[in-house]
């Protein structure tokens, strides 16, 4: 009759047991789930390789034209990709501009005489290689 307590006490320390092997097998399988890479930037310390990386192509110069029809006839250049800054420059509608970076979604980097900076990509045409 005195041992009858062992038995309640069982019952806890298996379902704490249970409990504990459940928190520890869904903490592993958090631990390993594949790390994701966001613009360049690795969450974790492993870099996952998703593609073959390809020869750069020697073009030269990368030219644009101003598309006909913006809204105000011209073309601001701005010093940093945000309309919160004052325009540097202009360029005219029909204008060639030499583009220097292309990896913003909404802004190009262009240089235009001695003016370098940024313009909304919306107004901007095709962008061709002007030589190697």
């Known amino acids: 009759m005195r041992r009858l307590w062992l038995?309640?006490?069982s019952f806890v320390v298996l379902f704490v047991a249970a409990w504990f092997g459940m928190y520890m097998y869904g903490?592993?399988?958090h631990v390993c789930e594949p790390v994701v890479v966001v613009e360049k930037?690795?969450?974790?310390?492993?870099t996952i390789v998703t593609q073959?990386?390809?020869?750069?192509?020697d073009c030269g110069t990368f030219m644009a034209r101003?598309?006909?029809n913006v809204p105000q006839g011209f073309l601001?250049?701005?010093p940093r990709?945000?309309?919160?800054?004052?325009p540097i420059g202009v360029v005219a509608e029909g204008g060639i501009v030499e583009v220097l970076d292309q990896s913003n979604p909404d802004w190009l980097k262009v240089r235009i005489a001695d003016i370098e900076g940024w313009v909304y990509r919306k107004y901007v045409g095709e962008i061709?290689?002007?030589?190697g």
């Open 27 to 29: 903490r592993l399988n």
């Open 81 to 86: 990709p945000t309309t919160d800054f004052a």
């Open 128 to 131: 061709k290689c002007s030589g």
């Open 76 to 78: 601001n250049i701005r």
């Open 66 to 68: 101003v598309r006909l």
């Open 52 to 57: 073959t990386p390809q020869p750069a192509i």
């Open 41 to 46: 930037e690795t969450i974790n310390t492993t």
């Open 7 to 9: 038995y309640p006490l």
